[in-house]
């Protein structure tokens, strides 16, 4: 059953994630040994933020998981091996584990961004089928995952996960606030300049086609486009 307290530390979310991770992606060498979970927990790819994680540290973190029934120790083998239980342990789906997976491995992603990094995990049919995962996520007590929202310049909304607490949102700066033109990046200015020079190419070509006409009908010049 879900504890409905669980509140992970970033580590223990790593661990974890790379456990349901290596299950689908290298499954001869799953359950995982401590050494093949430390360079899961480091790797520099696929993996936000990237971490440096001791041996010590992943014990730690594994002891946690264990407490919470999300990780177990297989027995019967020469070198001490760790699975997941992380479907079980919080009452979900497989297809609610893969994004969460994906959360946890990578940080906040758009739903496009979740169907194709969570690809290895499950294979989603569309968007709107990962919408509704997600949606079925936010709907359960205790909220696993929470829609971000849209940062200024985005035209998608991320989505982060709630096992490790409350995300911590960025404060808009005072720039952002008032709208000020710092708040505009470099590349949407660069665009508004493009704009506004292919604007005021296109009045003065309309101006010469206007005098052009004018003086074939034989009416006086004027550089005005407006009525008197």
Do not use: I
């Not at 969570?118 to 995962?133: C, G, I, K, P, Y």
């Not at 982060?160 to 949407?188: F, I, K, M, R, Y």
């Amino acid at each position: 059953m879900s504890d409905p307290h669980l509140v992970l530390t970033l580590l223990e979310a790593r661990v974890l994630g790379v456990l349901v991770e290596k299950q689908h992606t290298v499954p001869d060498t799953y359950p995982l040994s401590l050494n093949a979970l430390v360079a899961g927990c480091n790797q520099k790819t696929a993996r936000s933020p990237v971490m440096d994680a001791s041996e010590d540290d992943v014990l730690v973190a594994l002891d946690g998981l264990k407490s919470h029934h999300l990780v177990q120790t297989v027995s019967g083998t020469r070198v001490v091996r760790f699975e997941h239980n992380m479907g079980r342990g919080l009452g979900v789906p497989s297809q609610s584990v893969a994004l969460l997976t994906t959360l946890m491995l990578r940080g906040p992603q758009t739903v496009a961004e979740l169907r194709l990094n969570s690809e290895r995990l499950h294979r989603f049919a569309d968007m709107s089928s990962v919408e509704a995962f997600l949606e079925e996520l936010t709907e359960k007590s205790p909220t696993r995952v929470v829609k971000l929202p849209r940062a200024p310049g985005e035209r998608e909304a991320r989505w982060t996960h709630l096992l490790c607490g409350e995300p911590t949102l960025p404060a808009p700066s005072a720039a952002g606030t008032h709208g000020d033109a710092a708040s505009v990046s470099a590349g949407e200015l660069a665009a508004l300049r493009a704009e506004v020079a292919r604007l005021g190419q296109e009045v003065a070509t309309l101006r010469a086609s206007l005098a052009e006409v004018r003086r074939e009908l034989g009416l006086p010049e004027s550089t005005s486009l407006t009525p008197a």
